[in-house]
């Protein structure tokens, strides 16, 4: 019998691999996802016998239907239904909002409102930064400040020079009485078993999101968190797109320039923000934590900038920031300036971008002209084309590697946060974006926005068409990892 199997493993691998296959080819077309989807798994489970299946396992399956984590238990306590309720915005200021944006923006509001929960706030002091070390100078102050507590959320930590600087001082903060919570990325993030250890001896609380076996071998192919959230003392917010490592400080030995946005924030929106550390928390920490009160303190923001946290990921039940940058798109009425350090969009959001250019608003995007990916560089090329076809201006950031994520429509909507403009950032990982709707904001961001433009160069239609058989090649072949990517 032994001898039977052994000279035949083959044909009884083979005969299981395609047992596998015919099961999970009834699967994707039960779910009655994108014909062009499930046309592409199909294929890969017939014709790549194994690998096939490997790539079905870690891509194919829907998590948002299938949750990653119960968010039940953090909402259904009695603080935090108080404070959603006490930052539902009253009529007065939805009208108020309505005579100060053009109408159509409203609709972004309720959108988010509708699929998250995402509430309205008005009461907000709002703090754009450039780069990362104007960045850590106020994150760094501010950490060293902090009276109860200290809500740290980081798709990527290290223990370089900036990340010794910040595990020194929420040591330090520990030890002082501080409650510090730290949740990083198992993935992203690097930090040694020694420093690890010290945080824990001076009483920081760190996990790990998703603990991987081999994190340095596993690249991108898991399901990550890649938002970065601080809250200090529930008064105090950080968010954006730059995460605790050298790499987003431009010291004066620093081989490459990192342009990058993030936000200070004070006001009602921490709330928002410290309701999706916790929901995190819970999750990591494998246990049930009680709200405290002293999480969500009575600001005293006298500032009025209305905004939204928007956060979409496996645990949502829709792709909820795709949603709003897509229904911003298509209700803008004069300009369109959309910044990305990765463009591997869906086709929505390509459809989106050409019928506005088409109907008169001006668009423009802003991509790197080096990326830190050579296989995300040529997938963002491959789009390039049918965008110039629709008029669309696409620039290239020469000076160094820009890697803010920021939109600005109509001075009235802006948006800065973790999301990328590519199929990870909207369907696989944990983003999370602040949504603004405030003409000063959006004025700054626009004028941030033209002030790189001078460090850029715009593509030419024409020469764009002639470059070389070989990139084009390279373009097509990294294209088809998009949805991977």
Not at 47 to 64: A, D, K, N, S, T
Not at 123 to 139: A, C, P, R, Y
Not at 292 to 299: A, M, N, R, V
Not at 427 to 454: C, P, R, T, V
Request: charged share 25%; proline share 3%.
């Amino acid at each position: 019998m032994l001898a039977t199997i052994s000279n035949n493993i083959w044909v009884i691998l083979i005969a299981i691999n395609y047992l596998l296959v015919i099961v999970s080819a009834f699967v994707v077309l039960t779910k009655n996802i994108n014909p062009t989807k499930t046309i592409s798994y199909i294929i890969v489970l017939v014709f790549f016998p194994f690998f096939g299946l490997i790539v079905y396992y870690l891509f194919g399956q829907e998590y948002r239907k299938n949750k990653i984590f119960n968010r039940k238990n953090i909402l259904n306590q009695k603080i935090i239904a108080d404070v959603s309720k006490r930052l539902k915005p009253d009529k007065e200021e939805i009208r108020e909002l309505k005579e100060d944006l053009l109408d159509d923006k409203i609709k972004l509001v309720k959108l988010l409102h509708s699929s998250q929960n995402a509430p309205l706030t008005t009461n907000n002091d709002v703090q754009i930064i450039k780069n990362g070390e104007n960045k850590f100078k106020l994150l760094l102050a501010d950490l060293k400040n902090a009276k109860k507590h200290i809500h740290m959320e980081y798709y990527i930590l290290r223990d370089d020079k900036i990340g010794l600087e910040v595990i020194d001082i929420l040591c330090v903060k520990a030890r002082e009485g501080v409650k510090v919570r730290l949740s990083i990325d198992d993935v992203g993030s690097s930090v040694s078993r020694k420093n690890k250890n010290r945080m824990v001896e001076n009483g920081v609380e760190w996990h790990s999101f998703m603990p991987v076996l081999f994190p340095g071998f596993t690249g991108k192919m898991n399901y990550r968190n890649h938002r970065k959230i601080v809250v200090i003392d529930g008064q105090i917010g950080y968010i954006g797109g730059i995460n605790v490592s050298d790499t987003y400080v431009n010291y004066d030995d620093s081989d490459k320039f990192w342009r990058d946005t993030h936000l200070r924030i004070i006001g009602e929106s921490v709330k928002s923000l410290q309701i999706h550390f916790l929901m995190t928390w819970e999750f990591v920490s494998n246990k049930k934590i009680e709200i405290e009160e002293s999480f969500f303190p009575k600001e005293n923001c006298n500032e009025y900038v209305a905004m939204q946290i928007a956060a979409s990921g496996p645990d949502t039940d829709w792709a909820n920031i795709m949603e709003v940058i897509f229904t911003a798109i298509v209700t803008a009425e004069k300009y369109v300036y959309l910044t990305t350090p990765y463009f591997i969009p869906n086709e929505q959001i390509i459809t989106a971008l050409q019928v506005a250019s088409k109907s008169g608003v001006d668009v423009r995007l802003l991509i790197p002209k080096d990326s830190d990916s050579w296989t995300a560089k040529h997938a963002t090329n491959s789009y390039i084309e049918c965008l110039l076809e629709a008029d669309i201006k696409i620039y290239r950031y020469c000076k160094g590697f820009i890697h803010a994520k920021t939109i600005v429509i109509d001075d009235v909507f802006s948006t800065v946060g973790t999301t990328n403009m590519d199929y990870r950032s909207f369907n696989i990982n944990f983003e999370i974006n602040a949504i603004i709707y405030n003409k000063e904001k959006s004025l700054e961001l626009k004028s941030h926005f033209f002030e790189d433009l001078n460090e850029s160069e715009e593509i030419d239609h024409d020469r764009w068409l002639k470059r070389p058989k070989i990139e084009k090649l390279k373009e097509s072949y990294c294209r088809l990892w998009a949805p991977l990517l």
